[in-house]
């Protein structure tokens, strides 16, 4: 059948494993390939993967991956991919650096066919011409795609936010989303990670004063845990070490990789001197010391929960520690996060996170942030209730829906064009279900009955979000 096809492969209706594609008569185009990390209840389960078999059907031709930016949720699968389908990825400096690690971890970074791309670059790919546009996220070099397609145009946000002046990297680029709106959006495929709060998202400078009052006060030593991809917040604490002359450390596999990288890259400016080997750590005076550390989700095997547990082979806690998490806890994480708290206090440390301290600001926009995207249809990276939230502030918006040329409304499928200022969005479902344009222009394989677009409890302007 002719048209373009939706595909969702993973990151709609959860929170992790991004990757999606679009079809064009056989020819696919896959963008990202993340992995999650398994919840408790994955009981014997390493790592949560997308589900790629729809791409090894022998009449589908994948013609490269795209990847918008660093973090393990959007990179993270693309090693077990790469073994079932070896194709060209495309992805920006820094992506692309903290790709090859793994990439090598798997022994297939020779054979990888790894393509450099800048942001403003335009790339054809068959029917599909891929545009980069600067976005501002908690990792730099990070980008939304604007696919121009044989029936209109495709915008992926990617994760984003709003921060007009950030310390470090690009911010958004509201000029260049401005003029897509303007030349039409055919499906807008947006974050909605952070639908349920209200307000703007903040900015990384917003850290400064929290930061400044802990590096002031400790008395002995300051243990930060954050993401290992989120290059921005390193930034901020290694210029935090500088200021308040301490040495710094870095604990976990992962961040010890992704600090080397960027390092390498010019994305990390590290004065020499600097860092200290963790195995010499224990030379340093305690109040001369910061450790940076990943584990923030409180995974049982990450340095984090094994440092609070005593439990690590070279650094645990000590009694008058002050430990920093610097995250917000992902949606089912926690109970983790929380025994990993629960077993720092038990030890005598001092603890920083997010319900007891501002020491973290986030890399999604808010609602606030939300309401300035283009004219769209859908959402990604998200669960199902941040979908619906969406799709409420999308009809929130005032703006009218009007039928597209050829659909009927009474069909329960019908298009929906929202003005500039807005966006729609198509409620609830599962990875790898099902939606069509009203011409059948673009519609996922069909497993699961279509999601029609329309306001969550099918009112054309709801007075209160879902669930108030």
């Known amino acids: 059948m002719s048209g373009l096809r939706y595909l969702p492969l993973g990151g709609l209706g959860e929170v992790g494993i991004n990757m999606w594609a679009l079809e064009w008569e056989d020819q696919v185009l896959v963008v990202d390939a993340g992995l999650m990390f398994p919840q408790e209840d994955m009981l014997g389960i390493d790592l949560v993967l997308p589900d790629i078999s729809y791409l090894l059907e022998k009449r589908r031709k994948v013609l490269g991956i ?10 993270g699968g ?5 073994k079932k389908i070896n194709v060209p990825v495309y ?3 820094l992506t692309l650096g903290l790709v090859k690690p793994k990439l090598k971890e798997h022994r297939i970074l020779r054979e990888a066919d790894l393509r450099e791309v800048r942001v403003g670059d335009t790339v054809q790919l068959g029917p599909f011409r891929v545009e980069t546009v600067a976005v501002c996220h908690s990792i730099p070099d990070a ?5 121009q397609t044989p029936v209109g145009r495709v915008v992926y946000t990617s994760d984003f936010k709003l921060d007009p002046d950030p310390p470090d990297g690009h911010p958004t680029d509201m000029e260049r989303f401005r003029r897509l709106g303007d030349e039409g959006v055919r499906l807008l495929l947006s974050d909605s990670t952070n639908a349920e709060r209200s307000g703007r998202s ?10 400044e009052r802990i590096f002031g006060e400790a008395p002995g030593r300051i243990v930060v845990a954050n993401f290992a991809s989120n290059i921005h917040r390193i930034q901020h604490l290694v210029r935090m070490a500088v200021q308040f002359d301490r040495k710094v450390a870095v604990v976990g596999r992962s961040l010890q990789t ?17 860092t200290v080997q963790l195995e010499n750590a224990d030379k340093v005076a305690p109040s001369k010391l910061l450790l940076l550390t990943a584990g923030s989700q409180g995974e049982p095997m990450s340095a984090l929960a094994r440092f609070a547990a005593q439990r690590h082979p070279l650094v645990n806690v000590l009694k008058g520690d002050w430990v920093v998490i610097s995250a917000r806890p992902i949606p089912g994480n926690e109970r983790m996060v929380h025994q990993t708290v629960n077993n720092l206090y038990r030890h005598g440390a001092h603890v920083f996170y997010s319900e007891v301290g501002h020491v973290h600001v986030t890399g999604h926009a808010q609602r606030d942030e939300s309401r300035a995207r283009p004219a769209s249809n859908r959402i990604a990276s998200s669960w199902s209730r941040m979908a619906r939230l969406s799709s409420w502030m999308a009809s929130r918006c005032g703006a009218a829906r009007r039928s597209t040329p050829g ?7 019908e298009s929906a064009t929202w003005s500039r200022s807005c966006f729609a969005i198509a409620g609830t479902w599962p990875r790898m279900g099902s939606w069509s344009s009203p011409s059948s222009s673009i519609a996922t394989p069909v497993r699961f009955a279509p999601v029609p677009i329309s306001s969550p409890e099918g009112s054309s302007s709801p007075s209160s979000p879902p669930g108030s």
């Not at 992704?258 to 600097?274: D, Q, S, W």
């Open 66 to 75: 795209f990847l918008s930016h660093g973090h393990e949720d959007h990179i």
């Open 78 to 82: 693309l090693p077990y991919a790469l």
């Open 91 to 93: 992805g920006t400096r």
């Open 143 to 147: 980008v939304a795609l604007a696919i």
């Open 202 to 211: 903040g900015s990384e400078r917003d850290l400064h004063r929290p930061f």
């Open 258 to 274: 992704n600090f080397k990288t960027a390092r390498e890259l010019g994305f990390l400016k590290v004065p020499e001197g600097l």
């Open 407 to 413: 659909s009927s409304s009474s069909t329960g499928s």
